[in-house]
């Protein structure tokens, strides 16, 4: 193919894009309203996936310690605890001796104090409130923990419930997101099909005597290609600007209505990190719906 035919073709299908400005204005609309549709999806599913994720790892096991046990047997079990954050498993940990549970005991019962006249400190047991990396990780690890001395075997807890219920909510989350995405392709798809056929249909005799004149079907679909992918591309990066701007709007509201409820921990990621990743997909997105769609209107007037 000569460089000069393509550029004839390239702007033959740019101009058409002017020339038909009523169906293109209805073909750049869908693909906006698609793409907008689609980047807010993508961007709830990314929050709520950061936000479970991070609630993975505010999990905690909470392993108490044998109040029999010997010092040594205790350092045992810290040495266990820093060897395995050394080792990437566990994230973060804290020991909560019994005078601190005491203390932050009596706080919290500070308007019943009474109830704690007949106990001391001694009566409870230090605590280790460990974080890990991963939540794989756990049986493992506290697998291993019930064997040292120093740990009360019977009073090692974590959440796997709560833990399970979150997974099973990203799985939902996903697969409701992929039939979201899926339809909204397919449906994108045919009417920008739709709309680019009424465009080849005004042109069908044109289409039909350039076949009986010898014209390769390359030849006859590279502009209305053209034309999808600058329709395509148009729509990505205006979509992009209202998606940004609706999105940082929605991140103000919402994480000012999680303060106000007492809910900190649940945020909004910001825009600004994920910003290239949105414009290339809807990038991708945008041409590739009207490359799909040009193609599939023009190809019923090749038959001839």
């Known amino acids: 193919m000569k460089i000069r035919t393509v550029r004839l073709l390239v702007k033959e299908g740019t101009f058409n894009v002017y020339k038909n400005k009523l169906m293109s204005f209805a073909s750049l609309a869908t693909v906006i309203a698609t793409l907008f549709i689609l980047g807010l999806v993508l961007l709830i599913v990314v929050n709520v996936t950061t936000n479970i994720d991070n609630m993975k790892k505010d999990l905690e096991v909470v392993a108490f310690l044998d109040r029999d046990a010997s010092i040594l047997e205790k350092e ?31 706080t919290d019962l500070r308007n019943n104090e009474k109830l704690l006249d007949d106990l001391s400190p001694e009566l409870f047991p230090d605590c280790y409130y460990i974080k890990l990396n991963h939540p794989d990780y756990s049986d493992d690890f506290i697998a291993k923990l019930k064997l040292y001395e120093g740990i009360d075997a019977d009073w090692i807890s974590y959440p796997k419930d709560e833990l399970e219920k979150l997974s099973g909510t990203l799985s939902v989350i996903n697969y409701v997101t992929i039939f979201i995405l899926i339809v909204l392709i397919v449906v994108s798809i045919l009417l920008i099909s ?4 009424l465009t080849v249909f005004a042109r069908r005799k044109e289409i039909e005597i350039m076949k009986y004149v010898g014209a390769l079907d390359w030849f006859i679909r590279l502009p209305f290609i053209v034309e999808g992918m600058i329709i395509g591309l148009a729509g990505s990066l205006v979509s992009f600007f209202f998606t940004s701007q609706t999105y940082s709007w929605i991140r103000s509201g919402l994480d000012t209505l999680f303060a106000s409820a007492g809910v900190p921990n649940l945020k909004m990621i910001e825009f600004n990190p994920v910003a290239l990743r949105v414009l290339v997909i809807y990038v991708i997105f945008g041409m590739t719906m009207g490359i799909i769609g040009s193609f599939m209107s023009v190809r019923k007037h090749l038959n001839v």
Do not use: M, P
């Not at 040495?79 to 973060?92: C, D, F, P, Q, W």
């Not at 739709?194 to 056929?197: C, D, E, Y």
């Open 194 to 197: 739709n709309t680019i056929r």
């Open 76 to 106: 045992e079990v810290g040495l266990y605890i820093e060897e395995n954050r050394k080792a990437g498993i566990v994230l973060s940990y804290r020991l909560e001796t019994a005078d601190e549970f005491f203390e932050s005991l009596k």
